[in-house]
C-alpha cells in the first residue's frame, strides 16, 4: 500500500483514515477492537477520534472513544504501527471548551490518558475559537510539540480566510502551522470545501483529511427512503440528503459500481482520493464487511470518464466541475 504525505508533518498515512467517531456510540469495546485489529491487519495505519467522542449521545460523557482506543493499544501493543489522531476545541461540558491556551494544557493530558500513549501524532482544533488570538493555540501547540506530546497540528471546521490567517501568523511568528485540514467534503456536500478552501490547501501544500466521506452512510446506498433512515442511529443525519440531487449522486454510483464490479461506497471514496488536493478520506466502520469496502476502496482506480459522470451528477453548479 502506497502512503501518502500529510503535508510537511513528516507523517504518512494510508489512503484511507480509519473514523473512531463510532467507538462507544454505534458499537461497543469488544466490537471496536475487532474494527481495530482488522484494520491495522489489512494496512491502515491512522486512527481518527476526538477527546469530546462521543458526548452526544445519551448517557456518554465524552472521551468514550479515546478510551476504547487507549483500552486497544494497550492490549493490542500495535502503537508503533499507527497514527493517533484527536481534537480539542469542541464542547465537553461546563468549562471544556475552545482553544485557550490553559485549556488546551489541560485537554492533552486527558486525551493523552485515555489514549494511554505519550504522544499525540496529530492534534487538530477540532473547531475555529473567535474568543482568543488566533496565535493562542499555535503557541500552546509549540510547547506541546517541544514538550513532545505532540508531533504535528491541524485545523478541522475552519474557513478558508481563518485559516490562511493562521498559516501567515506561523510564518510570521515562527511557530508550527497547521499541516492538515480536516474538513466536510464528499460528493454531496462540495461547494464549500472547493471555493473556499481546496485552492489555499493546494497552494501550501496541507495534507486534507475530509470527515463525512460518506457523508454518514448516505453514500453507500444504505439510505434511499425515508423509510431506511431507522436502519441506524446514524440515520436522522442522512435525511437531508434525501432529494433529487442525492438520488442523482447515488444514480451515477450505481452506475460507476456496476461498470467497475465494485459498490457504491468504495466508489465514493475511490472519487474522494483521486481528487488532487486529498491526502486520505476519514471513514468508520461498524463491521468487518464495511471495513473491507475502506480497504478495496483504496484499489479501485476510476477513469476520467467515471470522475466526470459523478462529478456531473453531484455539481450543484457547473463551476463545481
Keep these: 500500500m502506497k502512503f501518502r504525505k500529510l503535508g510537511n508533518s513528516g507523517l504518512e498515512t ?3 483514515v480509519l473514523g473512531g467517531n463510532v467507538f462507544g456510540w454505534t458499537i461497543d469495546a469488544a466490537t471496536s477492537f475487532r474494527i481495530l485489529d482488522a484494520a491495522v491487519d489489512a494496512g491502515l495505519n491512522a486512527i481518527d477520534t476526538a477527546d469530546m467522542y462521543s458526548r452526544w449521545v445519551p448517557g456518554n460523557q465524552g472521551g468514550e472513544s479515546e478510551t476504547i482506543i487507549g483500552q486497544w493499544l494497550k492490549q493490542s501493543g500495535k502503537r508503533q504501527r ?29 486525551s493523552l490518558r485515555r489514549l494511554q500513549t505519550d504522544v499525540i501524532d496529530l492534534y487538530h482544533s477540532h473547531t475555529d475559537d473567535p474568543e482568543v488570538p488566533i496565535e493562542e493555540p499555535l503557541e500552546a501547540y509549540a510547547q506541546l510539540i517541544a514538550q513532545g506530546k505532540v508531533r504535528a497540528i491541524g485545523a478541522s471546521n475552519f474557513s478558508g480566510r481563518r485559516l490562511a490567517e493562521a498559516l501567515s501568523i506561523s510564518e510570521r511568528n515562527k511557530l508550527p502551522r497547521y499541516e492538515v485540514l480536516q474538513p466536510k467534503y464528499n460528493l454531496v456536500e462540495r461547494a464549500e470545501y472547493e471555493r473556499d478552501l481546496e485552492p489555499l490547501v493546494l497552494e501550501k501544500k496541507l495534507g486534507v483529511i475530509p470527515y ?9 446506498g444504505k439510505y434511499r427512503s425515508r423509510a431506511d433512515l431507522k436502519q441506524s442511529p446514524r440515520g436522522a443525519r442522512v435525511e437531508q440528503y434525501l432529494n433529487e440531487r442525492g438520488e442523482r449522486v447515488l444514480e451515477a454510483l450505481d452506475e460507476v459500481a456496476r461498470e467497475k464490479n465494485s459498490k457504491p461506497a468504495r466508489v465514493a471514496l475511490a472519487w474522494l482520493m483521486a481528487r488532487p ?23 479501485l482506480t476510476l477513469d476520467p470518464a467515471s470522475i466526470d459522470k459523478l462529478n456531473r451528477a453531484s455539481e450543484t453548479e457547473p463551476a463545481l466541475r
Design 82 to 110: 499507527v497514527l493517533i489522531l484527536t481534537k480539542v476545541g469542541n464542547d465537553f461540558g461546563p468549562g471544556k471548551k475552545g482553544l485557550s491556551k490553559a485549556y488546551i494544557a489541560r485537554a492533552v493530558e486527558d
Design 212 to 220: 463525512y466521506g460518506l457523508a454518514a452512510g448516505f453514500l453507500s
Design 277 to 299: 488536493s486529498i491526502t486520505a478520506p476519514i471513514a468508520s466502520a461498524t463491521r468487518l464487511e464495511q471495513l473491507s469496502d475502506l480497504v478495496e476502496s483504496i484499489k
Design 14 to 16: 494510508a489512503p484511507v
